[in-house]
């Protein structure tokens, strides 16, 4: 590879530099995490331990910056560009729209803390108008439903959790969802 580098004239330096740029440039595209696999595949590396390398590095490169966004590491070796929280509720109001308003938003809570959970027992917690969020929410790809006889089984798409930046692992994604919330209660408390 270094030869190769060398013979299209670009250095090794050169050539790591324009990897990290590459591992930006598509977090930044897909706004939402992205495995090292597909990381990879950007970058023309089949070497996982290279693409963490090269995703830790611009990682760090972000931190010293001390810039608005930040690019995070989730707990399965998922990378995510996005917007510091201290930054998101002072810009809030410049995004286009929410993705979902408040009654939605709820709902897709309860289901992604409980999953799986049946349908009736959505509704008995969230009340009849729960029935057009579920229809939105599988719409939109972040709910999936399964029926197991006369019972509609709910859970969350592997969309949602890249979107959000969760894991897909609904043990891990049910402790993240747990530390989101407990910040935000926080930030209630405290006036934020």
Excluded: C
């Amino acid at each position: 590879m270094e030869g190769l580098n060398r013979k299209r004239g670009k250095s090794v330096k050169e050539d790591m530099k324009e990897k990290i740029a590459l591992i930006e440039a598509a977090l930044y595209v897909a706004g939402r995490p992205l495995d090292l696999k597909t990381l990879g595949r950007i970058i023309g590396s089949r070497s996982k331990r290279k693409t963490l390398e090269l995703a830790r590095m611009l990682m760090e490169e972000y931190k010293r910056r001390g810039s608005s966004l930040e690019i995070l590491e989730l707990e399965d070796q998922r990378f995510v560009l996005q917007l510091k929280s201290d930054y998101a509720s002072k810009v809030r109001r410049l995004a286009v729209r929410p993705l979902l308003t408040n009654g939605p938003l709820r709902t897709l809570a309860y289901i992604a803390y409980r999953q799986p959970v049946s349908q009736k027992q959505v509704i008995a917690a969230r009340g009849t108008h729960a029935y057009k969020h579920v229809k939105q929410l599988i719409e939109m790809d972040l709910v999936e439903v399964e029926k197991r006889g006369r019972n509609k089984i709910l859970r969350t798409t592997e969309y949602f959790a890249d979107y959000f930046g969760l894991s897909h692992n609904p043990a891990v994604m049910k402790r993240q969802i747990i530390r989101i919330l407990n910040r935000m209660a926080e930030a209630k408390k405290s006036g934020k």
